[in-house]
T-cell receptor, first 113, second 111 residues
């Protein structure tokens, strides 16, 4: 089996600050994702990447940047933290982008003060 | 794009009874329908899926039904146990696109 490691587990930022979340996977999966989980709203896709250096926008990409530096890592940047950004960010990976199960990391909980 | 609706936000059942969670989707091209479970304080993990070429799939106590005409799919958990208590998310995807998720159903199994 494999594992998805997200760092940090908790992130406290100030309004307007640029914040970076990191993710590593050792499944050797091609596709990686960043989802945002808000209570009562389910999971919404921010960005995904189907291979190293690829980047695709999801449904919620505004206000975020992402980078797939290598196959095993995918980082997400909140470009300017807002008060309503308190949420859990989940990194995930899958063999391909459709038709297969997605594996999730444990999440980064963001709080903006 | 595809939109997935999950109809029950909370569900409470007695231990040993069956639980049913329903989802609908909008795009007839969707062909893959997985379900994920999130236990308290943990992340999501996959539990079962169904593809559009079948209308029923079972894995132990979990049954997934797919009604393509109604664009509806459901998760049935039979003989529920306390460890089934969790939030369940349905998802759907079209070929070549990422999965879109429902808003989750919090299932509570009471003794």
């Amino acid at each position: 089996g494999g594992i998805i490691t997200q760092t940090p587990k908790f992130l406290i930022g100030q309004e307007g600050q640029k914040l970076t979340l990191k993710c590593q996977q050792n499944f050797n999966h091609d596709t990686m994702y960043w989802y945002r989980q808000d209570s009562g709203k389910g999971l919404r896709l921010i960005y995904y990447s189907i291979t190293e250096n690829d980047l695709q926008k999801g449904d919620l990409s505004e206000g975020y940047d992402a980078s797939r530096e290598k196959k095993s890592s995918f980082s997400l940047t909140v470009t300017s933290a807002q008060k309503n950004e308190m949420a859990v960010f989940l990194c995930a990976s899958s063999i391909d982008r459709a038709g297969t199960e997605v594996f999730f990391g444990k999440g980064t909980r963001l709080t903006v003060v | 794009g595809e939109k997935v609706e999950q109809h029950e936000s909370t569900l409470s059942v007695r231990e040993g009874d069956s639980a049913v969670i329903n989802c609908t989707y909008t795009d007839t091209a969707s062909s893959y329908f997985p379900w994920y479970k999130q236990e308290a304080g943990k992340s999501l993990h996959f539990v079962i899926d169904i593809r559009s070429n079948v209308d029923r799939k079972q894995s132990q106590r979990l049954i997934v039904l797919l009604d393509k005409k109604a664009k509806r799919f459901s998760l049935h958990i039979t003989a529920t146990q306390p460890e089934d208590s969790a939030i369940y998310f349905c998802a759907a995807s079209m070929p070549g696109t990422y999965q879109r998720f429902g808003t989750g159903t919090k299932l509570q199994v009471v003794p």
